[in-house]
């Protein structure tokens, strides 16, 4: 056999070994920066506190709210069914086991949309997909949702419509009861029928 | 038999060709263009402690000239910018932020000693690019609170906003305990909340007359 082939290969031996040299890098499972840009001039991220009142009624089960804010402020008060990650825990595993789910969408969402917004970019960083930011935060939530606004008469009809999504959803969340004067509640429902003016005939 | 195998240079000439390939491509591997300068944890503690923020009320010095070591950058489109924008702003939509004259340019600017301030239409709209060029280690580039919407409400007193605190983000307006367990009261609603509209036709002042 010829010697030159045992060169080859040690040589190959010797190459492949280099390999274990090579420095450790820390950002090969992180999304690309430029990537990382292009997914944040998008405004596809931002979900409107509407869309998910709406989801929570309906029971959407892919629906996954994260809240960012600390410990104590989730304890306080959260949104039906959220799940507390604290913005400075997002690096810890067990909460990232949170993030990755198949089918789910996560959406972050802090007072404002500011703290949510800043979870999303290290999450998107971290390479997770299918994850949102609620816009307006719950600042938003309970001005839109639980507080909301009665538009002015002259506004579009689209927009009584969202007037009267929103008071439904309001009940919904505050188990708050329509309350009904008593005097209109018994008022009598008056039928008024048209007089038969002709009297009924025989024959056809 | 192999025919090289009659011919021992040729081996040789193989196994040389063959390292010299191995050698030249892990000498010209490159890397991504752009690198994390900051770890995770790093940077949630740059957001945790609001470094690079800069106060609306800080503009006013760079406005009128007394700090000229500060570029405004305006992130929104072009249009947006042709609208209305900071006065000695540069219009630097953010989907142009990372091409490689831009990055050249920043790296320059961090060698001159200058800093760069980022504005969106709000602050939300600057901190994805502002969150990614100080992971990047830019830290020499800043954000402006509020954004270009409060700098338009405030354009005239810009020294006033010292005393505002609506450009702070990351706080509750409400107590949501209480705005959520109070059961808020709904009035039942007076029927016919919305206008109806009625058209006024104009009166036909010329009877119909038959013939054409």
Known sequence: MNKNYIYLTLLLIVLAGGL?????KENHQHLDPEDLMWSIVQPTRYVSTDQVAKRIIEGDPTLELIDVRTIDEFEEFSLQGAINIPIDSIMVPEYQDYLGIEDM???FYSDDDIKADQAWVLAKRLGYDHIYVMKGGLNCWIRTIIKPE?????????????????????????GAEIAIPDDESKQKVQVARKKKTVVAEGGC | MHVHELNPKR?????????VIIVVGLLTLSGPRLKYALSPEQTIELVTYGEGMVYPYELEDVLNGSIDSILLWDIRNTFEFGRGHIPGAENISAVNLLTPDNIKRL???KKDGMAVVLYGKDQLHANGPWMLFRQLGYDHVN????GYDYYMEWQDMLGDTYYDDVYLLGMPDFDYVEEAASAVM?????????ATVTVKRKKKTVVAEGGC
């Open chain 2, 186 to 194: 709904v009035a039942e609603e007076p029927s016919g909340t919305k």
């Open chain 2, 143 to 146: 954000i402006l609170m509020g």
């Open chain 1, 150 to 174: 009665r538009p002015a008469s002259t506004a579009a009809e689209s927009e009584f419509e969202l007037y009267s999504f929103r008071r439904g959803a309001s009940m919904y969340f505050t």
């Open chain 1, 105 to 107: 969408s996560a959406v």
């Open chain 2, 107 to 109: 790296e320059q600017l």
């Open chain 1, 20 to 24: 274990f040299l090579l420095p450790e």
């Open chain 2, 11 to 19: 081996t040789m000439i193989t196994l040389v060709i063959f390292a």
